[in-house]
C-alpha cells in the first residue's frame, strides 16, 4: 500500500478521541518508510549505522585495553624496558578516546546525530589508535632473549586486527586506517634484519590486512541487513498499528450504526404496529360487516383488500425485526423439548390450502419416531414455514413439493424441501442468501417477497448450531436442506425397572 492510499485511508476514519495516538502512528509510519529506502549517503541510513558503530565501541571498550595491559605486563616478565609501559599508557589513552567519542554518539538522540562530524570523529580516534599499534611495531627487545621477537609482534598484530575487524565493521575504512601504519613501521622494522622468518610474518601481515578488510565489508553488509529488516519490522509495526486503529475506529462506527439501528427498529415497530392494529382490526370488522351489511359490495372488498395489505405489512415488520435480533446476537431461544416430525407436519397442513390453490401437491416423506429435539419450537416452525413459503412461491402450477424429516449421517436431523420449479443460478445463490437479497427469477415472478426469509431460516439454524445447505440447478429445482446437530438430538432414557415386593410394586434401587 503506498503512502498517498495510507494517507487517504486516515483522513477517512480518524479516531477523534485518541488524536495524540494517530499523530505518534503516522509520524512512525513515515520514519519507517523513509528507512526502507535507506542507502549508502542518506543521513537517516549513515546516523543508524554510526550508531550501530558506537554501541559495538562502547561494549567492547575494555576488551583491547586489557589485551593490550595484559601484553605489556608479558613483556615485562620477559625482559623488556620501560618502553612497553610507555606504549600500553599511550595505547590506553588512545582508546580511551576512542571510547568517549562512542559513547557521546551512543548517548546522543538518533535525529540529533551530524553523520559527517561524528564520522569524522571516529576516524580520527581509529587513527590514534593505529598510532598505538604504529608505537608498538617499532619496539625492540635486544635484552630479553626472545628469538622470535618479532613473530610474537606479528602475532599480536594478527590479533588486533581481527579483533578490530570485528568490532569496528559498521564504519567503513576503520580497520584500514587503523592497521596501514603498524604494517609500514613493522615493514620497515623488520627490513633492517631480513630475516625469512620476519619476512614471512611481513607478508602475512601484508596479505592479512586486506583479508580483514573484506571481513569487515561483509561484516558491514551484514549489519546493513540488520537495519534494513529492523526498519522493515518497524514499519510492519507501524502499519499494524495504523489499521488496528482505524479497525477500530470502523468498529466503534459500526457498533454506533447498529445502536442508532436498533433504537429506530425498535421506535418505529412501536409507532407503526399500534396504528396497523387498528387497521387491522377495523378493516376485518368491515370486511366481515360485523356491525351490520355495507350497502356496495366494492367496499366490503375493499376492506378485505386493506387488512391484507396491512397484514403484509405487520408480517414484513416483524420479518425485519426478527433478523436484526440474529444479527445483533439479541434473538433468545426458548429451548424445550420438540418433535421435529410433529412441527413440520404441522407446517405441511398449513400451507395445504396454498398450495391447492396452485394445484401443486406436498409429498411428505418422514421417517417414523424420531426422538425429540432440544431446540426452540416457534424458530424450528419458522425455518419450516419460510422454507416452504418459498417452495410454493416458485413451484408452478400442478408441481410438486418434496418435504422430508430423517436422520443425517451423522446422528443429527434435517429437514429437507425440494421443490421442481426454475431453480437458481449458482452464482445467485449468495445474493438469495443475503439480506433483502432476491434473484433473476424472484425478481420477474408476479409474488416478489421481501428476501429475508432464507436469511432468518439461516441465522435461525446458525443459533441452534446447525447448518443450511441450498442446492438448486436451473430447470431442475431448488432443495432447502436444515441439518441440526446430533448434540440437539434428545436420547430416549430406558425404562425404569419395578419390582415387586410383598405383594406391592416399588422402583430398584
Not at 561494549?59 to 610507555?86: D, E, H, K, R, W
Not at 470502523?250 to 425498535?266: G, T, V
Not at 408480517?315 to 412441527?343: C, H, K
Amino acid at each position: 500500500m503506498s503512502l498517498q492510499r495510507s494517507n487517504t485511508a486516515d483522513k477517512n476514519i480518524v479516531d477523534r478521541s485518541k488524536r495524540h495516538r494517530n499523530t505518534d502512528v503516522a509520524r512512525a509510519v513515515r520514519k519507517t518508510r523513509d528507512r526502507l529506502s535507506q542507502q549508502s549517503g542518506n543521513p537517516d541510513f549513515d546516523r543508524e549505522l554510526l550508531k550501530l558503530h558506537a554501541r559495538a565501541m562502547v561494549g567492547g571498550a575494555t576488551a583491547v585495553p586489557l589485551m593490550v595491559v595484559a601484553i605489556a605486563a608479558a613483556g615485562l616478565l620477559a625482559g623488556m624496558s620501560g618502553q612497553a609501559l610507555v606504549w600500553a599508557l599511550i595505547a590506553v589513552c588512545c582508546y580511551s578516546a576512542l571510547a568517549i567519542v562512542a559513547r557521546r554518539v551512543d548517548r546522543t538522540d538518533i535525529a540529533d546525530i551530524k553523520p559527517r562530524s561524528a564520522r569524522w570523529q571516529f576516524l580520527v580516534a581509529h587513527f590514534l589508535s593505529g598510532l598505538g599499534w604504529a608505537y608498538f611495531a617499532s619496539l625492540g627487545c635486544g635484552t630479553c632473549g626472545i628469538d622470535q621477537f618479532q613473530v610474537i609482534k606479528a602475532v599480536i598484530l594478527l590479533l588486533a586486527m581481527a579483533v578490530t575487524a570485528i568490532m569496528a565493521s559498521s564504519l567503513r575504512s576503520a580497520l584500514l586506517l587503523t592497521f596501514a601504519m603498524p604494517v609500514a613501521v613493522y615493514a620497515y622494522s623488520g627490513a633492517r634484519l631480513w630475516m625469512p622468518v620476519e619476512t614471512i610474518m611481513l607478508g602475512l601481515l601484508v596479505v592479512a590486512l586486506p583479508f580483514f578488510a573484506y571481513v569487515a565489508r561483509h561484516l558491514n553488509r551484514s549489519s546493513v541487513m540488520l537495519l534494513s529488516f529492523r526498519s522493515e519490522k518497524d514499519a510492519l509495526i507501524a502499519e499494524l498499528e495504523t489499521a488496528k486503529a482505524m479497525s477500530d475506529e470502523a468498529r466503534r462506527r459500526a457498533e454506533d450504526a447498529n445502536l442508532a439501528k436498533s433504537r429506530f427498529l425498535a421506535s418505529m415497530s412501536h409507532e407503526l404496529r399500534t396504528p396497523l392494529n387498528a387497521i387491522l382490526g377495523f378493516s376485518e370488522v368491515m370486511a366481515n360487516e360485523v356491525l351490520g351489511p355495507m350497502g356496495n359490495a366494492s367496499y366490503r372488498d375493499y376492506a378485505a383488500d386493506v387488512h391484507a395489505s396491512g397484514q403484509h405489512l405487520l408480517d414484513l415488520i416483524n420479518e425485519i425485526l426478527d433478523l436484526s435480533r440474529i444479527e445483533a446476537g439479541r434473538y433468545q431461544l426458548n429451548e424445550e423439548p420438540v418433535s421435529l416430525l410433529t412441527i413440520v407436519e404441522d407446517c405441511c397442513h398449513m400451507m395445504e390450502l396454498r398450495a391447492r390453490n396452485k394445484d401443486i401437491r406436498i409429498v411428505q416423506e418422514f421417517e417414523p419416531a424420531l426422538p425429540r429435539l432440544f431446540a426452540d419450537e416457534r424458530a424450528v416452525r419458522q425455518i419450516a414455514l419460510n422454507l416452504m413459503s418459498n417452495a410454493i412461491k416458485f413451484t408452478p402450477t400442478g408441481g410438486e413439493v418434496r418435504v422430508r424429516v430423517g436422520w443425517t449421517a451423522g446422528g443429527g436431523q434435517y429437514v429437507s424441501i425440494k421443490d421442481n420449479g426454475p431453480g437458481i443460478p449458482a452464482d445467485e445463490i449468495p445474493v438469495v442468501l443475503a439480506a433483502f437479497g432476491q434473484g433473476a427469477i424472484a425478481i420477474k415472478s408476479a409474488e416478489q417477497g421481501t428476501g429475508l426469509g432464507l436469511p432468518i431460516v439461516q441465522g435461525l439454524v446458525a443459533m441452534h448450531g446447525g447448518e443450511f445447505d441450498l442446492n438448486s440447478r436451473l430447470r431442475e429445482g431448488t432443495e432447502a436442506i436444515a441439518i441440526f446437530p446430533p448434540t440437539r438430538v434428545m436420547e430416549e432414557l430406558p425404562a425404569v425397572p419395578m419390582k415387586t415386593v410383598g405383594g406391592a410394586r416399588r422402583r430398584s434401587a
